[in-house]
């Protein structure tokens, strides 16, 4: 199969990897420009150029100048994964077999640009990959295959993006040999079962502390490691200071003192524990804005936080 692979972040790079260790040919990578020109080439140009696969980053390929180019790869099929730019129906059809794409969800349910953050934030226990046959709708393609994983515990958004990604270059594998051999068969996606996993942005990281704990713990978890859950230390001198949080424990299902407010730190000598709308937390790990981050051990005998001090907006 003569392929020509679209995919610009991480997620895509065990897929190239895992095809150009196939007996399939990848002809072509193509990628998203970067955004400034200070910013570093995109990982799978990276990992292509070590293959010695050809890069290509148009400002677009839905243009009929990029058309004209992948037609002339006469390749057999697009292999579309972490790309950037939904692909019109022309562009879809320049090859014989058309596109398929590597998604990290059990879809229909979350559709977009952050799958593996919105599953974690929302406290599912299982997550997956979904190879679609691509079409101009966003990820609403037919089922080429499935796997399903378990979402551990405490297992953090960037954690789990690796693995997906490892495990999804293995059903690409699969999807392609099928097609292949004619051996595949596309289910329809239950288009009333959609669900949308948009793309996050930094004040997605703000920590509302009248959350229940297993919410912010979700938060936090699903932040990372971009863009981060934060919070704002209100000092009684000087301004509040942002506090990045990297790792929490629930501790409790509700603070000794009762009449706490969310956001009120409860304990502040061996541990630092703060009362949330539903129970208690601990903060583990944090990090003051331009600081390195800190044990919160090590962070309580640098900064003078008080029990009683408040956390939040």
């Known amino acids: 199969m003569r392929i020509i692979l679209l995919g610009t972040g991480p997620f895509v790079v065990p897929t190239l990897r895992a095809l150009d260790a196939s007996q399939h040919d990848v002809l072509l990578v193509v990628s998203r420009q970067p955004r400034g020109r200070r910013s570093p080439p995109a990982p799978i140009c990276l990992a292509a150029e070590a293959l010695g696969i050809d890069v290509w980053t148009p400002d ?20 579309v994964c972490d790309y950037g730019e939904i692909l019109k129906r022309p562009t879809l059809a320049v090859t014989r077999l058309g596109g398929i794409n590597l998604h990290g969800s059990l879809l229909p349910k979350y559709r977009g640009a952050a799958p593996v ?10 997550t997956g990959n979904t190879v679609i046959q691509m079409t101009p709708g966003l990820d609403a ?3 080429l295959g499935v796997q399903r994983v378990a979402i551990g515990a405490e297992e953090t958004a960037g954690a789990l993006e690796t693995r997906l990604a ?26 009333s079962q959609a669900t949308r996993a948009p793309r ?10 009248s959350c229940a704990a297993p919410r912010i713990k979700n938060l936090v978890r ?4 971009w863009p981060k859950a934060f919070t704002h230390w209100r000092r009684q001198a000087g ?28 304990q502040a ?5 703060v009362a949330t709308g539903g129970g208690v937390l601990e903060l583990l790990e944090l990090q003051p804005a331009g600081k390195k981050k800190l044990l919160a051990g090590e962070f309580l005998r640098g900064y003078p936080l008080r029990v009683g001090d408040r956390l939040g907006e």
């Open 60 to 79: 677009t390929v839905n243009s009929d100048q990029a058309r004209g180019r992948l037609v002339a790869q006469q390749a057999d099929l697009l292999v």
């Open 117 to 126: 953050q919105w599953a974690i934030l929302n406290g599912d226990t299982e």
């Open 141 to 143: 393609g037919p089922t």
């Open 166 to 191: 490892e495990l999804g270059a293995e059903l690409v594998l699969q999807v392609v040999d099928q097609l292949a051999h004619d051996t595949v068969h596309p289910i329809l996606q239950e288009g």
């Open 200 to 209: 996050l942005v930094k004040a997605d990281g703000l920590i509302d502390w």
């Open 222 to 225: 699903a932040m990372q490691p």
């Open 239 to 266: 301004e509040p200071l942002r506090l990045i949080v990297h790792r929490v424990a629930i501790v409790g299902d509700e603070p000794v003192d009762k009449e706490a407010l969310p956001g009120t730190v409860l």
């Open 269 to 273: 000598g061996s541990h630092l524990e």
